[in-house]
């Protein structure tokens, strides 16, 4: 990607052991970083450094099956994963040469499968980071 260049939202993705979610329509990373306060009786207000981080990759899709054959993963294969507790390798990339990679190990920590009158099934998957996030640039 060029300098300057706007990321496009339908091009950024994140996957799970080396697959993407079958009919995603969004995707989120989050990275939260603990601060230390620290007030003694020398300062006048409180000094915050910066401790430890944590973070979450959170997506959504449309529920169907996958196609016989297809590499992506579907709600079903998250479901099972998450109920047998399994560790997952996670990438958030458009995987764009040039352009970044964030990867880690994480849990999924909820699944919510969503069925109303009148609309398409929908899911919501969050995973928490388990361990470092990994800055890397597509080769």
């Known amino acids: 990607m060029s300098a300057g260049s706007i990321y496009k939202g339908k091009n950024v993705r994140f996957s799970f052991n080396g697959a993407t979610l079958y009919h995603a329509t969004s995707c989120k990373l989050s990275i939260s970083t603990k601060l230390e306060e ?17 973070w979450s990759i959170s997506t959504e899709s449309l529920v169907a099956n996958k196609p016989l054959g297809s590499t992506q993963k579907d709600f079903m294969d998250i479901v099972a994963l998450q109920l047998a507790g399994t560790e997952i390798d996670i990438e ?29 099934v929908t899911g919501s998957f969050s995973f928490k980071g388990n361990g470092n996030l990994t800055k890397t640039v597509v080769a």
């Open 92 to 120: 958030f990339t458009d995987d764009v040469s040039g352009n970044f990679i964030l990867s880690g190990k994480a849990y999924i920590e909820s699944s919510d499968i969503t069925a109303e009158v009148g609309n398409s």
């Open 38 to 54: 620290i007030a003694t009786k020398d300062t006048d207000g409180t000094v915050s450094t910066p401790s430890n981080y944590a």
